[in-house]
């Protein structure tokens, strides 16, 4: 669309943009020297960007043959219902479908409604075969 203010940018957010747009967008707070370590892991992520301004984010983590997980999909309170979300997993879904091993298992963590945007790129619910468990420190 050539009005669309908005692009995905492959690449891993500056920890800078990470620690912003994770509270801002509801998501915990993360230390820099967490951030630091954590985006030097990831194994592939894209920026959102209106304009210049980082406005959304999503990575993918994981081992790089068997195991990946998606992670960090935001987009700023301000710029949602409009399809962007759906914008960040597209571009991490076609990485994957890109690099990953055919035998991959790739996982999320659904939070709320979110789990609506990612049944419409082949995520299911896995309970109650299994759940999803968690620990914080």
Do not use: N
Request: proline share 6%.
């Amino acid at each position: 669309m050539p009005d669309d203010p908005y692009t995905v940018r492959a690449g891993v957010p500056s920890v800078e943009t990470y620690r912003t747009l994770r509270p801002a967008c509801g998501l915990s707070r993360k230390s820099q020297a967490a951030a630091q370590t954590g985006l030097a892991a990831t194994w592939y992520g894209v920026t959102l960007l209106h304009g210049d301004e980082p406005v959304g984010m999503g990575r993918i983590i994981g081992d790089g043959g068997c195991f990946f997980q998606i992670v960090d999909i935001c987009v700023l309170p301000q710029h949602q219902g409009r399809g962007l979300g759906k914008r960040i997993m597209a571009a991490l879904v076609a990485e994957l479908e890109e690099r990953a091993p055919s035998t991959a298992y790739v996982s999320l963590i659904a939070d709320g409604d979110a789990r609506h945007l990612y049944e419409k790129f082949g995520f299911t619910e896995t309970a109650p075969a299994s759940v999803g468990m968690a620990r914080t420190f």
